[in-house]
């Protein structure tokens, strides 16, 4: 972008960026969805428990979205400015550190698979499900770490169209083998929750080996082993005052996220199985939205980084717009779903989670319109302008000071009904939308963090 875009030139600049990201992110979701999906057809116990195991892989991905952020912002900046070495030096690092941060999850998960699962459930037939699910999922941490950050660096440099292969092939690979290892086709044993483990192992894996592929090949941005093992200097300090904040910012409200589900998870089973076919539809349905918020932190970085900083609150203020807009069509999407959603349900659960799914979806439209405004805003426009510490702030006090303890208060003081119970969560994101929106116009956000190569070589 090295002239001002119109409003109909910038539509279309954010579209390109946003179209392909959607359906990576529909892919991604797919992927993780299609376990709940398909684990339907072998029990509501084998369902829910993949749900609980797979919070603990959610606050892992809290880990990776807050280190793809960084090397996000980092490469945007540094690719708007021309400095495309430095961006292979900031995939190199990033790259060392989701490593290291894999295998201590993986290590977690696979010796102590017990103790994660006490912690989402009390009762026993789901935890013993849970802990073989998950004792096989851990071998996929390290293949999803590495796939993450080369994906992030990929699409803030504007390489958008390639990930969405990698993530078709993923899903293909996911589906067939789940279908596989369940119905036990083309003489393979009927493994229950562990096929379904070993399919996502083998697509995270399949991810891995195509972004390697693909860098072999690059001629523009290459990952090169080298690179993690070099001094990064000043160069580490500007990508922990990214990352280290929304690594914090992100477990934090994943945390927080998961206290959610072990409240439901105490309230019964029922609940939980709801809120994990709502989980996988609202997921769907924000794509759009989301899409839209992770373009805004590529055009925003890149916008810095060419040190444009009033065209850059043009920008951010037209992707606020944006996102609000494809936000309400993505709550018409949920809509729109749920009568079939209810309907393909109706024999797999049973009738009171039915009836709580039916509810769950209506009021999962408004928490998405909230989290789309505050994620264009928190994790696009502010940490694309170099302003990490202001989401990591809000949603520790907002998230556990507040919505966590009105939910528990709901839950275990009023003892309020389940589905209310739900409907006090669903009001977290405009809880601190008030804060969020104060923060946007001060616009002490905007910086550029971009350094010249001579400060770069001297650390």
């Not at 945007?76 to 990033?94: P, S």
């Not at 073989?132 to 990929?154: E, K």
């Not at 280290?244 to 945390?255: H, T």
């Not at 907002?398 to 309020?416: E, G, H, T």
Request: glycine share 6%; charged share 15%.
């Amino acid at each position: 972008m090295n002239t001002m875009l119109n409003k109909k030139q910038f539509l279309l600049y954010a579209i390109q960026l946003a179209f392909p990201i959607m359906i990576q992110n529909l892919i991604s979701t797919l992927v993780n969805s299609a376990d709940t999906v398909m684990l339907g057809y072998v029990s509501q116990t084998a369902m829910a428990a993949s749900s609980l195991a797979n919070q603990y892989t959610f606050v892992l991905f809290c880990f990776y979205y807050g280190l793809a952020i960084g090397t996000s912002v980092l490469c945007a900046q540094y690719w708007g400015k021309g400095d495309h070495q430095t961006v292979e030096r900031i995939l190199g690092l990033a790259t060392k550190i989701v490593l290291l941060i894999s295998l201590l999850f993986f290590v977690i998960s696979f010796f102590f698979p017990e103790y994660i699962m006490h912690l989402f459930t009390n009762s026993p037939e789901t935890i013993a499900e849970g802990v073989t699910y998950l004792r096989v999922l851990s071998f996929s941490f390290v293949f999803m770490g590495f796939a993450q950050i080369f994906v992030s660096a990929l699409r803030s440099v504007g390489k958008v169209v390639f990930p969405s292969v990698i993530y078709v092939v993923s899903l293909l690979v996911n589906v067939f083998l789940n279908a596989t290892f369940i119905f036990g086709l083309f003489g393979a044993p009927k493994l229950g929750v562990v096929g379904v483990a070993l399919g996502t192992v083998t697509a995270r894996a399949v991810e891995a080996v195509l972004c390697l592929i693909y860098s072999a090949g690059s001629k523009e941005i290459r990952f090169r082993v080298e690179t993690m093992f070099q001094r990064s200097g000043v160069l580490f300090k500007d990508f922990l005052k990214i990352s280290a904040p929304s690594v914090i910012n992100d477990l934090v409200w994943g945390l927080a996220a998961s206290m959610f589900t072990v409240i439901l998870g105490h309230i019964g089973d029922d609940m939980v199985a709801a809120n994990a076919v709502a989980v996988m539809v609202v997921n769907i349905g924000a794509i759009v939205c989301r899409g839209f918020a992770n373009a805004t932190t590529i055009i925003v970085s890149q916008s810095l980084g060419n040190n444009k900083i009033e065209e850059t609150k043009v920008y951010a203020g037209r992707m606020l717009w944006i996102t609000f807009l494809v936000s309400l069509l993505g709550s018409g999407v949920i809509l729109a779903i749920r009568p079939f959603m209810i309907r393909f349900y109706s024999d797999k659960l049973t009738e009171t989670a039915i009836s709580y799914l039916g509810m769950i979806m209506i009021m999962t439209t408004w928490r998405l319109v909230g989290e789309a405004v505050n994620t264009c805003l928190i994790c696009g426009c502010f940490r694309g302008g170099g302003d990490a510490k202001f989401g990591m702030i809000l949603d520790t006090v907002m998230m556990w000071c507040v919505a966590v303890r009105l939910m528990a208060i709901a839950a275990y003081v009023l003892k309020l009904p389940p589905i209310w119970v739900y409907f006090v969560m669903t009001l977290d994101e405009f809880e601190k939308m008030p804060i969020v929106f104060i923060h946007y116009f001060k616009f002490k956000w905007l910086k550029n963090i971009t350094r010249d190569r001579r400060e770069l070589e001297a650390s």
